[in-house]
């Protein structure tokens, strides 16, 4: 097998029948191919399955050097823990990470979170961007692998209630003409039965006269890229953020500020009165959308 195939070179291909109609391939016939030959079926696997995302969008095996990665699988750590104080340590609850880029290049995850179902990781820079092979130790046993891709940058967002969609996780942050901030969240939450909840979009207002509006978003894998390519996505318009880069207090988490009181007033007549789709590109790629609620702020007295 090739590097770029993320397979093992001792690793094989199988032919595979299709368990329906020719012209159904390659709707189905080619990812039951493809399963097979990445070795991720269990009649060909030697190791525990075991699934990347971001941590994030959950967008599946899309990440980018630095950027927070969580793994689900079953039996992945013998114990929970998380990492404690600055930095982040390569190995919890005796369970490291390490990756292997195309060139061969390795490296070990910066680790966040650990338990049986669920670890969480920041990935290492230094990576060649392309497919990477993953492998999971306890100790010095491999017990899960999987593969994934390394991009320039794979933009996602962090939602309010952790699931990738609905309200964002972040606030809004108003500056009066007298100086005085005042700032709240994006979300507002919401009972839904008795010992849970759920959450709306909170109103981010527009057209206070001299007051600056700001949306700060938080979310991993944009932190990579270029600086000045980062732009957002707010109901179909492009928007340049006044910063796009690392939020500096916890590893691996990017922010993400807009100034949306400087928008054209017919950009913002259109926006107001709704809960408007947002998201974080790089080129091509966008993040997972999110919903964003904006209002037209009422003159003074109303």
């Given at each position: 097998m090739?590097?770029?195939?993320?397979?093992?070179?001792s690793a094989y291909v199988r032919l595979v029948e299709s368990d329906g109609p020719l012209e159904e391939w390659p709707a189905k016939g080619m990812p039951l191919a493809w399963e097979f030959l990445r070795g991720l079926d269990s009649g060909m696997r030697g190791r525990a399955s075991v699934t990347a995302s971001n941590a994030a969008s959950y967008t599946r095996r899309h990440t980018a050097p630095g950027a927070l990665a969580s793994l689900f699988g079953e039996s992945m750590s013998p114990a929970t823990e998380s990492a404690a104080g600055?930095?982040?340590?390569?190995?919890?609850?005796?369970?490291?990470?390490?990756?292997?880029?195309?060139?061969?290049?390795?490296?070990?995850?910066?680790?966040?979170f650990v338990s049986?179902?669920?670890?969480?990781?920041?990935?290492?820079?230094?990576?060649?961007t392309g497919m990477a092979s993953m492998f999971v130790y306890q100790g010095q046993s491999l017990t899960h692998r999987d593969w994934l891709y390394v991009d320039a940058s794979a933009p996602g967002l962090f939602a309010n209630d952790a699931t990738g969609a609905g309200p964002p996780a972040g606030e809004v942050l108003y500056i009066r003409p007298d100086g005085s901030r005042v700032s709240g969240p994006l979300a507002t939450a919401i009972p839904l039965t008795v010992g849970s909840s759920g959450f709306v979009s909170a109103p981010v207002q527009l057209g206070?006269?001299?007051?600056?509006?700001?949306?700060?978003?938080?979310?991993?894998?944009?932190?990579?890229?270029?600086?000045?390519?980062?732009?957002?996505?707010?109901?179909?318009?492009t928007l340049l953020p006044e910063y796009a880069g690392r939020q500096g207090g916890f590893t691996g988490l990017d922010q993400l500020n807009l100034r949306l009181d400087t928008l054209p007033e017919e950009t913002i007549a259109r926006l107001a009165g709704r809960v408007n789709p947002v998201s974080v590109c790089y080129g091509d790629v966008c993040s997972n959308r999110l919903q964003l609620l904006i209002e037209k702020a009422l003159p003074a007295g109303q």
């Open positions: 090739t590097e770029w195939s993320g397979c093992d070179s600055p930095g982040l340590p390569g190995t919890l609850a005796g369970v490291r990470v390490e990756l292997r880029d195309r060139t061969g290049n390795t490296g070990n995850a910066g680790m966040v049986p179902g669920q670890i969480n990781v920041q990935i290492p820079d230094g990576l060649q206070e006269p001299g007051t600056e509006v700001y949306v700060i978003l938080y979310g991993t894998g944009w932190a990579s890229a270029e600086a000045g390519s980062v732009k957002a996505m707010l109901g179909g318009e």
